[in-house]
C-alpha cells in the first residue's frame, strides 16, 4: 500500500499544483488524507497480525485435538 502513487502525492504538490485560491488549504487537506491512508494500512497491518495469530492458536488446538465449540 505504501508504495502505492498516492501516498506520496503531497511530495508533488506545490502552490502551482491547485487551481482555486486557497492552495495551502489544499495541501493540508491532502495531508490530513494522506494521514489517515497511512493510518488506516497502519491498522490493517494490525488487524492481520492478529488474524495470524488467531489461525496459528486455532491450528495449534486443532493439533492438540482440542475440539472448538460454536
Known amino acids: 500500500m505504501e508504495t502505492s502513487p498516492v501516498m ?7 502552490d502551482d499544483t491547485w487551481r482555486g485560491r486557497k492552495p ?3 495541501r493540508a ?3 490530513a488524507n494522506q494521514h489517515q491512508l ?3 494500512a497502519e ?3 494490525w488487524q492481520a ?8 492458536e ?3 488446538m486443532i ?8
Open 8 to 14: 506520496n502525492l503531497d511530495h508533488h504538490a506545490d
Open 24 to 26: 495551502a488549504l489544499c
Open 29 to 31: 487537506i491532502l495531508a
Open 38 to 40: 497511512h493510518a488506516a
Open 43 to 45: 491498522d490493517l497491518r
Open 49 to 56: 497480525y492478529l488474524f495470524e495469530q488467531q489461525a496459528l
Open 58 to 60: 486455532i491450528e495449534v
Open 63 to 70: 493439533r492438540r485435538g482440542i475440539v472448538l465449540a460454536g
